[in-house]
């Protein structure tokens, strides 16, 4: 073969500079054609000498068009779906957190939607949230903002109302100037305002909820005794009011309009909705819904949205009583099908157009969490948004169940310095900018966050992902995650060596290898050969052929825990030894592909292929283990059968263990046809039982659940399917079929990636039975599509949700987790050897890598499992 050189000079870095000397056209044609010939030989000849045994199979493994899978499972179209990003604000009493830019506004006492934004009232300002952006209202002529004051917007935004106990102002606007006029009135404390919104620009007529009564309010001019009580509440203090406009609206017009909800100021209650809603008949008339601490009101309107004369008021009443209304109401909203969502403490009540109750809670009905301080309906749609005391929820009713409920908790969504900081919601606001895009203003206390529901492609997620690497996670070539100095600054990072900067960097040389051979894209081949010989660069500081580096520094640099020797071979640096078994899994998963994809001159296929076959010997030669410069075997650095078949102390490593060592000796002897790595091959499975070890290499006690473990047998796999071998087929298929049993429920989209492959190449009656699972693809896409944008490891926390169970089980490392999988960008897991069960974690203070994204995105594009939309 090409590299018969292990010198250790070969290790030396300057090779990464060196030229491919000059050669005829003609004769370098030649020299390919016959590689091609004798590797064929190779196969030809290895056949007949195993005596019937089965063959190797040529499987095109470098044409992803190649793969075949069952007709249950249909490719992923990348179609368009809805991706959360939060834009955070905080207040200018709060000053800056992270980067989120401050706001000369401070906590607000109500916000209120209109069609394409939100009216933010202050105690001392009014500002306007539309098309992205903060505008202070200018009122013009002296006028002050009364104490106590609710504001109230028309569906256009053109005006609004300001009613206080004393004075109500109507003020029509232009270009951020109000032009506000007054009428006086004398009310008790106001609580609450809803308009039936008769025209766009219109904002009578007006229920006016007070501390003692509800208020009618036909026109501005009071003096003509416009205004009136329609239910008085001299016990039971009266907590909000709505009206059912939406609804009527929604018969008649497309356009989007403003909740019906009222701003409360009070504390709060729980709970949403996720039943399916009933319908509501517009012809039934207008309503105007009022709460007390015991009851609910709701009072039919005549035609023009005024109240029947009050000998003739009936109202129907229904009391609290748990299952109907579990709690005193703390927020009010009509949705656009006439059911009406009662939040409280305790639960969401909510009530259809047929009158009938239903009460959703965590575990029946799915709402995360209760204490729900406010309500607003997306007009024209059955979205509805909430505030809790614990962040905000999203709930989409038509939805698949997986995606019907979002939860925004922590400062990934709404501005804080901890997982509890911040968190309190007093109000939120739904609404449709200009550009049609949803957006959930969300007013916690410490500032707001503007949460837009936009449009994604996973193309275009991935070209986000691809422009976090630069430069932040790129060191000498090798890719890790980075700290940052300055909480949730990113500016602030500060790179860093890790434990396994091999495998971390071998996760994104893949993807990129993928990415190159999708799109033949220059760029990407650079950034998938800048990061091999960062890998390069591990294998040759060692001096020692075969042995690579956990890590590597400049001798100036500060080197963390560990084990670290000055390099013989490159003065001025240093290395960190011990390496594991993580490290040769990632540069096994690695090299084969860097040769096939990426390598394209004879100098380049001779770096690949010599890194790939002195790993291997190295093991082999050493009895199965990994030699560290010491001259003893690494901790973790073993695949000997003593220790794998006889140790009791490594029976969990005996499956991952042994699908590694068996890839690679496969892997190995495709590309260099050398007896040594057939013969290893058949000594190992042939004598010491290792292709029965993979059957069950999955461990399933749950305490003893290594997620770590998953990452290092799939990886293994991959690896063995990439090999073009097929000795390993029917233990392969038990062991990958068992493993995607016990891990389906993880919806991981490398995992599900690589088992389409595996069924692609195998088959589904391959020997063993190889599951044919229709939501293969869209699970792996659920993931792709709530993985978090942001690879900031803000602090998370699901402990307190209630729709999840705790497991009876702790995890391995004595902590609490859940039976229940949240989307991705509700857990605290950025990497594929976490738990996604684990409740959270974080600090704000570390940045992720994105490929772990990357990786699965790009093998699903090179397979043709992922497909643009047509």
């Known amino acids: 073969d090409d590299d018969d050189d292990d010198d250790d000079d070969d290790n030396k870095h300057e ?137 109230l917007p ?24 109000a032009e506000c006029q007054s009428s006086q009135t004398l009310l008790p404390p106001i609580v609450g305002l809803s308009s039936l919104y008769l025209s766009d620009d219109g904002l009578f007529p007006v229920y006016i909820a007070t501390s003692e009564a509800l208020f009618y309010l036909g026109s501005s001019q009071t003096s003509n005794n416009d205004i009136r009580v329609v239910l008085s509440f001299p016990d039971d203090p009266c907590t909000g009011t709505a009206t059912n406009w939406n609804v009527r609206r929604n ?150 169940e997986d995606l019907r409920w979002k939860y925004f908790y922590g400062p990934r969504w709404i501005p804080g310095s901890s997982i509890t900081d911040g968190q309190v919601v007093s109000f939120v606001a739904a609404f449709r900018d200009q550009d049609s895009v949803e957006v959930g203003l969300v007013a916690g206390d410490r500032g707001l966050a503007a949460i837009r529901m936009e449009s994604w ?93 956990r890590s590597v520094l400049n001798q100036t640099a500060t080197p963390s825990s560990g084990t670290w020797h000055n390099s013989t071979v490159y003065p001025g640096w240093i290395w960190k030894g011990d390496t594991s078994s993580d490290e040769v899994t990632g540069h096994m998963f690695a090299h084969p592909i860097v040769y096939d994809l990426v390598a394209e001159t004879t100098d380049e296929k001779q770096r690949a292929m010599r890194l790939l076959k002195n790993i291997v010997t190295y093991i082999v030669e050493n009895n199965y283990y990994l030699i560290d410069v010491t001259g003893k075997h690494t901790t973790w650095g073993i695949w000997n059968p003593d220790y794998l078949n006889d140790n009791p102390d490594w029976y969990d490593e005996r499956g991952p263990n042994s699908m590694q060592i068996l890839s690679w000796l496969l892997t190995a002897y495709n590309k260099t ?54 000795d390993l087929d029917a233990a392969f298929a038990r062991s990958i079929n068992r493993a995607r049993k016990i891990l389906r429920g993880e919806k991981s989209s490398l995992w599900n990636m690589i088992y389409a492959v595996a069924l692609s190449r195998l088959g589904a009656d391959a020997q063993g039975g190889m599951e044919v699972d229709p939501n293969l693809l869209e699970d792996a896409a659920w993931t792709l599509r709530t993985w978090p944008t942001e690879q900031i490891q803000w602090p998370v926390s699901n402990l307190a949700r209630q729709d999840q169970l705790r497991s009876p089980y702790l995890t391995r490392s004595n902590t609490a987790q859940s039976l229940r999988l949240f989307p991705y960008d509700e857990n605290s897991m950025y990497r594929w050897n976490g738990n996604p069960y684990e409740y959270g974690s974080g600090s704000g203070q570390t940045e992720y890598d994105p490929s772990a994204w990357l990786l699965p995105y790009w093998m699903g594009r090179y397979y043709g499992f992922i497909v643009d939309a047509k």
């Open 251 to 400: 018969s008649l017009s497309a356009s989007a309009a403003s909740s019906s909800s009222a701003s409360f100021l009070a504390s709060s209650s729980s709970s949403s909705f996720a039943f399916e809603l009933s319908s509501y008949n517009p012809s039934s008339g207008w309503y105007v819904v009022s709460s007390t601490g015991t009851k609910l009101w709701i009072t039919p309107l005549d035609g023009s949205g005024a109240p029947p004369q009050s000998d003739d008021l009936t109202s129907s009443r229904f009391f609290r009583v748990p299952g109907i209304i579990d709690a005193s109401p703390s927020a009010l909203a009509y949705s656009s099908d006439g059911s009406l969502f009662i939040g409280n403490s305790i639960c969401l009540n909510v009530m259809h157009a047929n009158m009938t109750f239903d009460r959703v809670s965590g575990l029946y009905g799915g709402l995360p969490m209760p204490n729900i301080t406010s309500i607003s309906a997306l007009p024209n749609s059955d979205v509805v948004w909430f505030g809790t005391k614990f962040g905000s929820i999203r709930l989409e009713p038509s939805a698949s």
């Open 15 to 151: 090779q990464n500079d060196r030229k491919v000397a000059q050669q005829d056209e003609n004769a370098l044609d030649e020299k390919r054609t016959m590689e091609k010939l004798m590797a064929l030989v190779r196969k030809m000849v290895d056949a007949k000498q195993r005596d019937g045994k089965q063959s190797s199979a040529a499987w095109s493994n470098l044409s992803g068009a190649a793969a075949s899978l069952p007709s249950a499972i249909e490719p992923l179209v990348d179609r368009p779906y809805t991706q959360p990003i939060s834009h955070r604000y905080t207040y200018s009493s709060v000053g800056e957190i992270a980067t989120w830019p401050v706001l000369n506004l401070d906590t607000p006492l109500q916000v209120a939607s209109f069609d394409n934004g939100t009216y933010i009232l202050c105690s001392d300002s009014i500002w306007i949230y539309s098309n992205s952006e903060f505008n202070r209202v200018n009122l013009r002529n002296g006028v002050t903002i009364p104490s106590g004051a609710q504001i």
């Open 673 to 726: 046809g050398e007896q040594l790595f057939m013969d290893s091959y058949r000594q190992l499975t042939e004598q010491h039982g290792y292709a029965i070890n993979i059957v069950n290499q999955k461990i399933t006690q749950p305490s003893d659940d290594n997620f770590s473990d998953d990452e290092l047998a799939h990886l293994p796999y991959f690896t063995y399917l990439w090999s073009e071998r097929r």
């Open 154 to 177: 028309s569906r256009s935004g053109n005006a609004f109302l300001l009613i206080a106990q004393h004075q109500i102002l109507t003020c029509p606007v232009v270009g951020y100037v």
């Open 457 to 549: 492609t996973l193309k275009q997620k991935a070209d986000h992902y691809q422009s976090l690497i630069y430069p932040r996670h790129d060191r000498f070539g090798l890719v890790a995650d980075c700290n940052l100095a300055i909480y949730g600054n990113l500016s602030s990072y500060q790179q860093h060596s890790t434990d396994n900067d091999g495998l971390w960097t071998s996760i994104y040389v893949v993807s990129q290898a993928f990415r190159y051979a999708v799109t033949k894209d220059p760029q990407a081949k650079a950034d998938a050969w800048h990061s091999f010989e960062g890998m390069e660069f591990l294998n040759n500081v060692t001096g020692i052929a075969g042995l690579m580096a």
